[in-house]
């Protein structure tokens, strides 16, 4: 269907091309001749680098699919009740972008600040903010609407910390955080 279109598309403009140029049909002048092969040259050429570009780009979103990510705290169905509700909690301040969210997040998680803050003792409480943030799972995208920062700066913030941290670039960070 898409070839055929492709091609009716094609005859369309080259007949166009040569209505404009003032080509009759039955005489054909050399320099239109060439004016209409060039054309069509140009055309094919544009054509089958967009149809290039646009079939790598749905292959790279294709692959480009979250890993899994592991379970923050496996314990029994009555502890894990409360835990999760405490998590919603906390969730929820990050939200809000409340201030006391890394306060409530570091009872909930006692040993993370103190293990990163070994890896690496120059880390700022801004920098502590959004490793908790990574831990509980928030994307770039969702961390720059509730930071109220934009996606590029967010980017340049977690680069900044796999830097400080030593992560490797094909090493996920959530995983890494959520393993600390």
Known sequence: MKKKL???SFLLILTNIKAQAGIKTEIYKPQAVNVILI???IFLVIFTGLFIYYKKKSSQVKTRQKEPVP???FL???EKRTIDSEL???IELAKNNDKSFHIKFSELFPEFNQKLLEVNPQLTHSDLEYCALIK???DTKEIAIYKNTSISSVESKKYRIRKKLCIRTDENMYTWMINI
């Open 71 to 73: 379970e923050i705290i």
């Open 76 to 78: 029994p169905a009555k």
């Open 136 to 138: 509980l799972k928030f």
């Open 6 to 8: 492709l091609i009716l």
């Open 39 to 41: 054309s069509g040259i």
């Open 88 to 90: 919603n909690n906390v």
